[in-house]
Every structure is written in structure tokens, then in C-alpha cells.
């Protein structure tokens, strides 16, 4: 299992808060897998020509197989269209530990 990261938009291209995006992008990650992690809002910042962008954005973290995660990669991508890019990252090994052991097969088996 890794832990990934997905960086999304809080509002489209126009300015139209995408937060009922957000919802079904969180409810449909969690049909997939059986958590996330939503990281506070933040600012963004890149240059796209020269001139400095910058974007409201909120950071989710799944720890998944890789096959989940290009489900997830895709969902964002269907979920939030007129995003031009979408950052991701692997972060790097994962795991989930209970207080009476490690049970892989219960963390990531659910779809």
C-alpha cells in the first residue's frame, strides 16, 4: 500500500465554488477505498507564461493500492473538467496499524 496525494481546486475557472464537487469526489474515494485524509485549504502558487497564478486548493491523502489510485486520479479528473493540470504525488510506503495487530486485507480490500 502507498499514500498518495491529490491537490484540488475549492472553485472552477470562473470563480463557481466547487464544494458539492468535493463531496462526491470524497464520498466516491470512499467507495473505493476506505478513508482519506482532507488537508485544510491552502493557496497555490505556479507560473504559467511568465505571470505568477495563484489558486485556493485542498490537499487529499489516501493510502491505496496504485490501481486504486489511478481510479481516484481518474474520478478527479471527470469531477473537476475544467482544471487545466492536476498535481499528484507518491508519497511512499504505507500502512495502517491497529492496536491488536496489522490487518492488511481489512484496509484496502473494498472495491
Known amino acids: 500500500m502507498k499514500l498518495y496525494e491529490i ?3 475549492t472553485c472552477d475557472n470562473a470563480g463557481n465554488s466547487l464544494d458539492s ?3 462526491e ?3 466516491r474515494v ?3 477505498v476506505n478513508g482519506l485524509t482532507k488537508r485544510p485549504e491552502a493557496t497555490g502558487y505556479w507560473k504559467t507564461n ?3 497564478q ?6 487529499y491523502q489516501v493510502a491505496c493500492l496504485p490501481g ?3 481510479r481516484i486520479v481518474d474520478l478527479a479528473v471527470s469531477l473537476f473538467p475544467d482544471q487545466k493540470a492536476f498535481f499528484t504525488a507518491e508519497i511512499g510506503d504505507a500502512m495502517i496499524v491497529f492496536p491488536d495487530g496489522f490487518h ?3 484496509t484496502v480490500a473494498v472495491a
Open 21 to 23: 464537487e468535493h463531496r
Open 7 to 9: 491537490i484540488l481546486p
Open 104 to 106: 492488511a486485507e481489512e
Open 68 to 70: 486504486q489510485w489511478e
Open 54 to 59: 495563484t489558486e485556493t486548493v485542498v490537499a
Open 50 to 52: 511568465g505571470t505568477i
Open 25 to 27: 469526489f470524497q464520498a
Open 30 to 32: 470512499l467507495s473505493i
